[in-house]
Nanobody, 129 residues
Framework: QMQLVESGGGSVQAGGSLRLSCVSS????????MGWFRQIPGKEREGVAS???????NYADSVKGRFTLSRDNARNTLHLQMNNLKPEDTDMYYC???????????????????????WGRGTQVTVSS
């Protein structure tokens, strides 16, 4: 059974960078979709980025051009490189395997993250102005 452990969160000033990592207990390709979402209690979940088994990437509009999702196959690890951080990026970041979005037999990965197969405990990111 897949288990995910995040690391790399912290506190930075606006304009700074952080690199989040997510180590999976099993091959990340066991799930069709992998990625990151962010959420704090009382707030709506926001998908940040996803990657599918063909390495196709999707990003939320709010992070496009600033965040980069990548996969290290040899280490069963996902990375989220976050550059030019803004105070509104402050949140708890979770690594997850979201369920794909399907229309009939056509399934794909997006940044909806409405239903999750697996998720980690999260890592806090705080950006000060």
């Amino acid at each position: 059974q897949m288990q995910l452990v995040e690391s790399g969160g912290g506190s930075v000033q606006a304009g700074g960078s952080l690199r989040l990592s997510c180590v999976s207990s099993v091959d990340t390709y066991e799930q069709m979709c992998m990625g990151w979402f962010r959420q704090i209690p009382g707030k709506e979940r926001e998908g940040v980025a996803s990657i599918d088994n063909l390495e196709r990437l999707n990003y939320a509009d709010s992070v496009k051009g600033r965040f980069t999702l990548s996969r290290d196959n040899a280490r069963n690890t996902l990375h989220l490189q976050m550059n030019n951080l803004k105070p509104e990026d402050t949140d708890m970041y979770y690594c997850a395997a979201p369920q794909p979005t399907c229309s009939g037999d056509d399934c794909y990965c997006d940044v909806g993250f409405e239903r999750l197969n697996v998720w980690g405990r999260g890592t806090q990111v705080t950006v000060s102005s």
